[in-house]
């Protein structure tokens, strides 16, 4: 149960797009589409903002969107906002009932 | 509205137990999998346990596997998470989460606000 890899900073202006990568093996991200990113603000619980791959729970901003290529699962922003800024995770299920985390990637909106 | 409702966090010494427990309520408990995920201070998420909604299904990550056991009580809408041989590196704050759809391991669509759990002597 390795963690995924994220980037640990990502920033861009207001109305600019963002991309965070989240990179697994073949024993994850390669092999299930059962991706999901989260959204953390300081002290704060995770907000679920995409589900398998690219589907987006009820309420999540249209500006949000997933992605997957191979071993590699990607999260993009457009139109940036000042309460985008926020930490970012992506986890993945693992096979074996397991699932796993990257370890996080902060968004700065400059 | 759904609610998680963690407790049983508290100050613990290191190689002795807790239990913690997660209230819910505002869904159909006994139709999703439930999940533990905790966050160590200044650190990321990382997933601890998952159970299915049958408790046919049991995960565990391989820190805490053969020392935490989760369980769950549909009748009294409740999830658990038994903690044996508690560690340093077992500080964190647990969070219980709710599946977003009906099978194992898809994703976490609602959070509590977490219990802290701090072992040190």
């Known amino acids: 149960q390795s963690a995924l890899t994220q980037p640990a900073s990502v920033s861009g202006s207001p109305g600019q797009s963002i991309t965070i990568s989240c990179t697994g093996t073949s024993s994850d991200v390669g092999t299930y589409s059962l991706v999901s990113w989260y959204q953390q603000h300081p002290g704060k619980a995770p907000k679920l903002m995409i589900y398998e791959v690219n589907k987006r729970p009820s309420g999540v901003s249209s500006r949000v969107s997933g992605s997957k290529s191979g071993n590699t699962a990607s999260l993009t922003i457009s139109g940036l906002q000042a309460e985008d800024e926020a930490d970012y995770y992506c986890?993945?299920?693992?096979?074996?009932?397991?699932?796993?985390f990257g370890g996080g990637t902060k968004l700065t909106v400059l | 509205e759904v609610h998680l409702v963690e407790s049983g966090g508290g100050l613990v010494q290191p190689g002795r137990s807790l239990r913690l427990s997660c209230a819910v309520s505002?869904?159909?408990?006994?139709?999703?999998?439930m999940y533990w995920v905790r966050q160590a201070p200044g650190k990321g998420l990382e997933w601890v346990s998952g159970i299915s909604w049958n408790s046919g299904t049991l995960g565990y990550a391989d820190s805490v596997k053969g020392r935490f056991t989760i369980s769950r009580d549909n009748a009294k809408k409740s999830l658990s998470l038994q903690m044996d041989s508690l560690r340093a590196e077992d500080t964190a704050l647990y969070y219980c989460?709710?599946?977003?759809?009906?099978?194992?391991?898809?994703?976490?669509?609602?959070w509590g606000q977490g219990t802290l759990v701090t072992v040190s002597s």
């Open positions: 505002g869904f159909t408990f006994d139709e999703y999998a």
């Open positions: 986890c993945s299920y693992a096979g074996r009932s397991t699932l796993v």
């Open positions: 989460a709710k599946d977003v759809s009906r099978s194992f391991g898809d994703a976490f669509d609602n």
